[in-house]
Nanobody, 124 residues
């Protein structure tokens, strides 16, 4: 049974940093498309960062230059380092993974495997 377990959410003041982790159980990240989405109340789920099996990375426009996605295949863990956080970054953050096309956000939205979500709250 595949499980993606997230950790690392929390509350921080604007300008601060947080790191999210997403550890996979029963699944191997190294050959998958993986990524992070977020969803704020009343808004659609937004693609934040994704990485394909060749290490190609794509960021959403709203987080470019501030967030960084990385993976540790030995630990089967995906990370999202979030710097220079803003109040508008407040949302529930989800990791996703599957052996699917990584060309678009729409592809990754159809992933079979999702984390349980981690709340990130940024105060001004």
């Amino acid at each position: 049974q595949v499980q993606l377990v997230e950790s690392g959410g929390g509350s921080v003041q604007a300008g601060g940093s947080l790191r999210l982790s997403c550890q996979a159980f029963g699944y191997t990240y190294s050959t998958a498309c993986m990524g992070w989405f977020r969803q704020a109340p009343g808004k659609e789920r937004e693609g934040i960062a994704r990485i394909d099996s060749d290490g190609r990375i794509t960021y959403g426009d709203s987080v470019k230059g501030r967030f960084a996605i990385s993976q540790d295949n030995a630990k089967n863990t995906l990370y999202l380092q979030m710097n220079s956080l803003k109040p508008e970054d407040t949302a529930m953050y989800y990791c996703a993974a599957d052996h699917i096309s990584c060309l678009t956000w729409g592809s990754l939205r159809r992933a079979r495997y999702w984390g349980q979500g981690a709340q990130v709250t940024v105060s001004s």
